[in-house]
């Protein structure tokens, strides 16, 4: 029974490095998004993707970050030139194509990044 | 803007009371409604979803939903010092689901 799967779990980066953090949905699972959670605060939206579709990215920081899913594979967020402030606990979730509006999102374990 | 406004609490309450959580939303086109629990250092886990105006209840668990006042919220009865969380609440509208930041309950033995 196949959940949320993103990795890896602990990511540490220096400074100016990249950071791809990875999410495979769960089975029949068409939609992912994903989320940033800093220490003591709530979700923050950050991107909305069907499989090689973006349909909402209002969350994300216009520079530096990039999300995709292709047609094949997990879907990426991407963080380019990381900085101390990018570090957070970021949770990708899922929800099926059918029942639109209805479903629920299915969480990952998460990424838990840190920027030396 | 969609926006989904929680009591960040904290929120204490004594074993064996009832804990109230409330949440309001801003989108009347909202669908569909969630609870997730979320312990320190974990993914949120869901634990309620309620579509239509009225109760439904699951256990110790009973979500509340008012739409003509935009109004969702969750009772836990018999709260135990488990239930120690954060407590979030999503509003879904075609799948754009919003999340409220969360209130933090603590249920003292």
């Known amino acids: 029974n196949a959940g949320v799967m993103q990795n890896p779990r602990h990511l540490v980066r220096r400074r100016g490095q990249e950071a791809r953090l990875r999410c495979s949905p769960m089975?029949?699972?068409?939609?992912v998004y994903w989320y940033r959670q800093l220490p003591e605060e709530g979700l923050k939206f950050m991107v909305y993707?069907?499989?090689?579709?973006?349909?909402?990215e209002s969350g994300m920081p216009k520079e530096r970050f990039s999300a995709e899913f292709p047609k094949e594979g997990p879907s990426i967020l991407r963080i380019q030139q990381v900085v101390r402030g990018d570090s957070a606990a970021y949770f990708c979730?899922?929800?099926?194509?059918?029942?639109?509006?209805?479903?629920?999102?299915?969480f990952g374990d998460g990424t838990r990044l840190s920027i030396l | 803007q969609k926006e989904v406004e929680q009591n960040s609490g904290p929120l204490s309450v004594p074993e064996g009371a009832i804990a109230s959580l409330n949440c309001t939303y801003s989108?009347?086109?909202?669908?569909?409604f969630f609870w997730y629990r979320q312990y320190s250092g974990k993914s949120p886990e869901l634990i309620m979803f309620?579509?239509?105006?009225g109760d439904k209840e699951d256990g110790r668990f009973t979500a509340q939903l008012n739409k003509a006042s935009q109004y969702v919220s969750l009772l836990i009865r018999d709260s135990q010092p488990s239930d120690s969380a954060t407590y979030l609440c999503?509003?879904?509208?075609?799948?754009?689901?919003?999340f409220g930041a969360g209130t933090r309950l603590t249920v003292k033995p």
């Open positions: 993707l069907q499989k090689e579709n973006i349909i909402d």
């Open positions: 989108d009347r086109g909202s669908q569909s």
């Open positions: 089975k029949g699972h068409s939609h």
């Open positions: 999503a509003v879904n509208f075609n799948n754009d689901m919003r």
């Open positions: 309620i579509y239509s105006n």
């Open positions: 979730a899922s929800s099926p194509r059918d029942g639109v509006g209805y479903q629920p999102q299915h």
